[in-house]
């Protein structure tokens, strides 16, 4: 016998709209219409846009023409063990990345309203960052968490000040936030998406002990984690621009190290 109860006063029926519309379009590897998906959830054309848009804002579907399909970040969000999934995926683009940076570089994702660090790869110095792998941190005080409160400012904390609100929007427009000794003393980092803009994607960031930091070089990073996380996706495209722009990553890291 079933325990579940016909009310649905314990239910949260935009909840079970929401998961009736992933589940259609995740039923159409090659995509479903609107009117078709309208039809098969027996809900409003407005009610169901609503539905499908704020899926496609946490980043588990997208729209490819007049078709609706289900996102890579989709199949890693349902994963049994989401966190080796996207480990297996990002450690050869982080071991590039700290390659050309040589600092400390992690792999961070959104659980719930806490940013969880996945993966690390360190740089060779002898005065190294710290990593805290497998730890859970706030998401104001993280360059990461920045990024995930730019696409999720609910998650914002009520007493925000006006102050870190102006620095999630500079994150939201630009695609890239900093840490600047808030999560640790002595510690500067800068972070980037490692996928589209969304909830549901990884983050990449890099840390440097402030004996090491500058500017320059920061935002020189999160050009090169950006064309490393390109050249991956799609090896054979802009080798010659790629190879100009690596030149001069590099002198901008090179000059830092001085």
Request: include cysteine.
């Amino acid at each position: 016998m079933s325990n579940h109860s016909l009310s649905p006063s314990n239910h949260a029926t935009t909840l079970l709209k929401g998961l009736d519309t992933l589940s259609v379009i995740a039923s159409f590897p090659s995509g479903v219409s609107m009117p078709d998906l309208v039809n098969r959830i027996g809900q409003p054309r407005s009610s169901t846009l609503r539905l499908v848009e704020t899926l496609r804002h946490y980043g588990l579907v997208e729209k490819s023409g007049r078709l609706w399909t289900v996102t890579d970040r989709f199949y890693d969000w349902t994963s049994p063990d989401r966190a080796s999934r996207l480990r297996e995926r990002y450690l050869p683009i982080m071991r590039k990345i700290c390659d050309r940076i040589n600092e400390l570089v992690m792999l961070g994702i959104l659980e719930g309203n806490r940013l969880h660090h996945i993966a690390y790869i360190e740089g060779e110095h002898a005065l190294r960052v710290h990593p805290r792998p497998s730890q859970e941190h706030g998401l104001e005080t993280a360059a990461m968490g920045k990024l995930y409160l730019s696409v999720r400012p609910d998650l914002l904390p009520t007493n925000a000040s006006a102050t870190l609100k102006e620095e999630i929007e500079r994150a939201r427009v630009k695609g890239h936030a900093w840490n600047i000794e808030e999560s640790a003393p002595g510690v500067f980092s800068v972070a980037t998406w490692a996928g589209p803009p969304s909830a549901a994607s990884p983050t990449i960031s890099v840390a440097w002990p402030v004996s090491r930091f500058e500017k320059n070089r920061a935002r020189a990073a999160v050009d090169i984690i950006r064309q490393i996380l390109s050249e991956m996706e799609n090896p054979d495209t802009g080798e010659s621009e790629n190879r100009s722009r690596q030149t001069l990553s590099n002198k901008d890291i090179t000059a830092s190290n001085a």
